[in-house]
């Protein structure tokens, strides 16, 4: 259905002869060998559904468009993690509205809305320059640890000169570090360990990246926003969330959402106070707290097991403390829950269980 298609053997045919880091995701995910189990597990949860959003998933799936294909990839996984553990509706019609998926639960619906939060363009397009520097690298011949530092990146890099000039480095002076200029705008520094055991070049790599938890305000106010029939008519309504960006995590979503922790120190006595969040989060309009119609947050993030040769959903679920409609955070099967485990009259305390 999905890899037996044609739209999927124009594709494959397009890009056969180029590199992993050049082709998309759905090529790359289509050859891999390390996602054969993948492969077989999206066949069989878009088989399971209906003929129309067969047609909607596989149009988004088989996609050069990464926006298009990772957020589908993201919603056809989360249908199957959903279905481990609840009865599920694809898309079904309440009071008009269409939300992604409805789960049946002890005789109640809850709603649920998903939404993928990929790489901006500007840092996709870095991550596949880097890729192509990094495979670069690991292609040559040499048995030593490279430690890779980018000071800039150019439009593109001649992988050919790049290579030749770091395997001349390394056959003559590799106890000093090496750096790479061109004329399209690289300056590369480079520094190498002997290591005997290795055939091929290995290459470290490590960059400091800013972790800005308000880049996700908007996409979590967008979702907090729809189906307003269905959350009026008070179903449970949580959204689900995939974190494509490799630092950010559900802590970010928490700041995002509820606010930053701040800290009442009581200098005199040597000693903590009060903790409390701040009014930074979106649950915030002013003085107001807003959002009440949202029950939480299901926050997923993506990791591989090489045994079943796919990748999988990492989950964790955060609590929203002003929600009209409570349930029990226990019903979701994740590995972290961030809740309410105290509260009174003027303030509630909210903590990871895991």
């Known amino acids: 259905m999905i890899f037996d298609s044609s739209q999927m053997a124009t594709l494959r045919e397009k890009y056969r002869n180029m590199p992993n880091y050049e082709v998309p995701e759905i090529v790359f995910l289509d050859g891999y060998e390390g996602y054969s ?22 149009g988004r799936l088989i996609n050069e468009d990464p926006s298009q294909h990772i957020g589908v990839w993201f919603e056809i996984m989360l ?3 959903l279905r481990e553990n609840f009865a599920v509706q694809v898309e079904p019609e309440i009071l008009g509205n269409y939300p992604d998926f409805v789960l049946e639960i002890q005789e109640a619906r809850l ?3 998903s939404r993928a939060f990929l790489l901006p363009l500007a840092e996709r397009e870095r991550r596949s320059k880097f890729n192509r520097i990094f495979s670069s690298l690991g292609s040559i011949e040499k048995p030593f640890s490279v430690n890779l530092k980018i000071n800039r990146l150019g439009d593109r890099i001649l992988t050919e000169e790049f290579i030749e000039q770091v395997a001349q480095w390394l056959s003559t002076d590799p106890s000093q ?10 300056v590369l520094r480079l520094s190498a ?20 938890p308000d880049v996700l305000k908007p996409a979590l106010a967008e979702k907090a926003g729809q189906h307003r029939a269905l959350r009026k008519a008070g179903y449970p309504y949580v959204i ?8 950010l995590s559900a802590e970010e979503v928490t700041e995002a959402w509820i606010g930053k922790m701040t800290v009442v120190y009581d200098v005199d006595n040597d000693r903590v106070v009060e903790e409390k969040f701040d009014e930074s989060g979106i649950r915030f309009f002013g003085k107001e707290v807003v959002h009440k119609s949202v029950t939480g947050i299901l926050v997923f993030k993506a990791s591989y097991d090489g045994s079943r040769k796919s990748r999988f959903l990492q989950s964790s679920y955060v609590q929203n403390p002003h929600a009209n409609i ?18 009174d009259e003027k303030m509630f ?3 990871w269980v895991r």
């Open 37 to 58: 189990g993948e492969r077989e597990l999206l066949e069989e949860l878009v088989a399971s559904v209906s003929e129309q959003k067969q047609r909607d998933w596989l």
């Open 193 to 212: 360990t002997s290591m005997p055991t290795l055939r091929k070049v290995g290459v470290i790599s490590s960059e400091g990246l800013w972790v800005n």
């Open 240 to 247: 689900a969330v995939f974190l494509e960006p490799s630092h």
């Open 349 to 351: 305390e909210m903590d």
């Open 177 to 186: 570090d090496f750096e790479y200029q061109d004329n399209l705008g690289n």
């Open 326 to 343: 409570v349930i029990d955070p226990a019903i979701f099967p994740v590995e972290s829950r961030f809740v309410v485990v105290g509260h």
């Open 79 to 81: 249908f199957g993690w």
């Open 111 to 113: 709603a649920i809305e």
